[in-house]
T-cell receptor, first 111, second 111 residues
């Protein structure tokens, strides 16, 4: 079945530093979704990328979809303590009826 | 608040007992999903409904697990003869198309 790998597993940063998490698949993806899960919370949808090479921004967050549609990244500029949580990428199975999640990157921000 | 509600939020049970969880999706969403999440991992897909039809089931869903969505609105997930390995967070999500909105989850502890 479809698998998505995410690195790193954990990242500690000082507040104000940048952060990036990477998502890779061995197969071409129809789209990639990103979710954020706060400690003790549930996954919250952030964005969906569909087009090859697509770049989308949400304030300090920049999302990219690779040209080959096999990888994606999420970059946070100037992290804040409110960015703490686990960031997951997820790929759907082309039919939109199931998501395969990566293992997540847990971000910790030191004030 | 995504609008998806789950009940109960926590369940502690003894090994061998049956448990049932309920999910109420966002009202206009025809798609409903169940996932399981263990500590430090991403959510794992269990099953998917479109309206009242169960269209997809993961191999993770053993014979002890059954899910229903009788009127195409709320859904129930039942686990029979619970085992300690069933301890996890059970997440429900709903969608109109591809973006999935997650509920707060039911945390199951099997003693």
């Amino acid at each position: 079945g479809q698998q998505v790998m995410q690195i790193p597993q954990y990242q500690h940063v000082q507040e104000g530093e940048d952060f990036t998490t990477y998502c890779n698949s061995s197969t071409t993806l129809s789209n990639i979704q990103w979710y954020k899960q706060r400690p003790g919370g549930h996954p919250v949808f952030l964005i969906q990328l569909v087009k090859s090479g697509e770049v989308k921004k949400q304030k300090r967050l920049t999302f990219q979809f690779g040209e080959a549609k096999k990888n994606s990244s999420l970059h946070i500029t100037a992290t804040q303590t409110t960015d703490v949580g686990t960031y997951f990428c997820a790929a759907d199975n082309n039919a939109g009826n199931m998501l395969t999640f990566g293992g997540g990157t847990r971000l910790m921000v030191k004030p | 608040d995504t609008g998806v509600s789950q009940d109960p939020r926590h369940k502690i049970t003894k090994r061998g007992q049956n448990v049932t969880f309920r999910c109420d999706p966002i009202s206009e969403h025809n798609r409903l999903y169940w996932y399981r999440q263990t500590l430090g991992q991403g959510p794992e897909f269990l099953t998917y409904f479109q309206n009242e039809a169960q269209l997809e089931k993961s191999r993770l869903l053993s014979d002890r697990f059954s899910a229903e969505r009788p009127k195409g609105s709320f859904s129930t997930l039942e686990i029979q003869r619970t085992e300690q390995g069933d301890s996890a967070m059970y997440l429900c999500a709903s969608s109109l198309k591809y973006t999935q909105y997650f509920g707060p989850g039911t945390r199951l502890t099997v003693l």
